[in-house]
């Protein structure tokens, strides 16, 4: 899965990340932005990194849950989620989270989307099978 997810701009979607992050740090969450590796970079730097953080979502240290972020202009809140739930289940966290960056807004304007199930568990319910 690659960093910017469904992103034409890497440099976007890393600073979008990274602001995401930011708001929930400032929530009161351990958050942080999924590193990026600039244009440019040697091989072994991106591929080390790689390794590393290949599962991750787009912001770590959430617990027990996958983050994607998007800021594409396309609105694609099923193949988002999809990515989300995915990412979630390799890297075995419960709960999977697609957020939409909205350009010109503030970062607590963003739409974070996940599924019933997801919304029931971070409730402290049991969803039925």
């Given at each position: 899965m690659t960093a910017a997810t469904g992103n034409v701009n890497r440099a976007l979607h890393g600073a979008v990340s990274t602001?995401?992050?930011g708001y929930l740090t400032d929530s009161g969450?351990?958050?942080t932005a999924r590193p990026h590796m600039p244009r440019g970079s040697r091989l072994s730097d991106v591929l080390a990194?790689?390794?590393e953080h290949g599962a991750d979502g787009d912001v770590r240290g959430v617990n027990d849950v996958w983050i994607?972020?998007?800021s594409r202009q396309?609105?694609?809140p099923a193949d988002d989620l999809d990515?989300?739930?995915t990412g979630a289940d390799v890297t075995g966290r419960t709960t999977a989270v697609a957020v939409q960056w909205r350009s010109g807004r503030p970062a607590a304007d963003a739409y974070a989307l996940l599924s019933l199930r997801d919304l029931v568990r971070l409730l402290g319910g049991t969803p039925p099978p």
């Open positions: 602001i995401v992050a969450l351990d958050a990194a790689e390794l994607g972020v998007t396309a609105f694609k990515r989300a739930r």
